[in-house]
């Protein structure tokens, strides 16, 4: 159920949230004062506001677990995209740089960083990864890793072509490790239910009130759907409103000749 809601757009995840919070808030208020349990609701009146102060305090403290975790993957996603441009933009240069001829190495990395923008990107808003990527990035490892390098451009420079495309591959995985996390349910069921859990409090506190509790009810519900939602549309780092976009990769391109 998460996983369907969290594929949306994120227009229509708002939508989502707000239907299903404003009708928890809408039966609480209905029960309190119009349904047929109106009654027996009545005889809990009296009932202390700081006695509810609790269920509070624990979603907004879940809620800032998860906006941690939320936004800490996003760091996450940033530094790995980070860390492979900042490696194929060395490798490029140091290829440029060197002496012997390495125009193999330079076509394999422009290959490489093709498939990642064209092939690779889109495939990972669905959580997936392009085997045109993975080939390609194994041709990469294959040229940097000949040994006649050594010989034509020295020990020194070709130890740090080898551990900077190594730093690629780890950058990848990374990246595509983020990408194809799970989203924690557990976390998010938790945090969904002591939002309606705060709503039965506010009812409960507002039974002879009817208006202040309608009133009570709606700015909760309507902070809650603020942050929940703000939250939803960043849970997946290369999906949703804002996804991190592969233009740091395709920067790269501009930096390696194409072939002749």
């Avoid at 330079?106 to 889109?122: G, I, S």
């Avoid at 945090?191 to 859990?197: D, E, G, K, P, Q």
């Amino acid at each position: 159920m998460f996983n369907l809601w969290l594929d949306q757009p994120s227009w229509l995840i708002f939508v989502l949230l707000a239907a299903g919070l404003a009708s928890t808030a809408l039966l609480v208020h209905w029960l309190s004062h119009h349904g047929p349990t109106r009654r027996t609701a009545a005889s809990f009146v009296g009932v202390q506001g700081a006695f509810f102060t609790s269920i509070s305090v624990l979603f907004a403290l879940f809620s800032g677990f998860l906006g941690n975790d939320v936004w800490e993957r996003h760091r996450q996603a940033s530094r790995a995209v980070q860390a492979e441009r900042d490696s194929l933009l060395a490798i490029g240069t140091l290829s440029i740089a060197t002496i012997s001829d390495m125009a193999d190495i330079r076509a394999a990395l422009r290959a490489y960083v093709e498939a990642v923008v064209a092939d690779e990107w889109p495939r990972m808003a669905d959580q997936g990864q392009s085997a045109l990527a993975a080939q390609a990035l194994g041709e990469v490892l294959r040229q940097v890793a000949r040994p006649e390098i050594t010989a034509e451009a020295g020990a020194a420079a070709h130890a740090a072509l080898l551990d900077l495309a190594l730093r690629v591959r780890t950058a990848r995985n990374d990246r595509l490790a983020i990408s194809g996390a799970d989203y924690d349910a557990e976390k998010w069921a938790t945090v969904l239910a002591l939002a309606v859990l705060t709503q039965v409090g506010i009812g409960l506190v507002q039974l002879d009130r009817m208006r202040p509790q309608a009133a009570a009810l709606c700015v909760f519900t309507t902070a809650a759907v603020v942050t929940l939602g703000l939250l939803a549309i960043r849970e997946r780092p290369f999906d949703g409103a804002y996804p991190i976009r592969p233009d740091a990769i395709r920067d790269v391109l501009a930096t390696i000749p194409p072939p002749s």
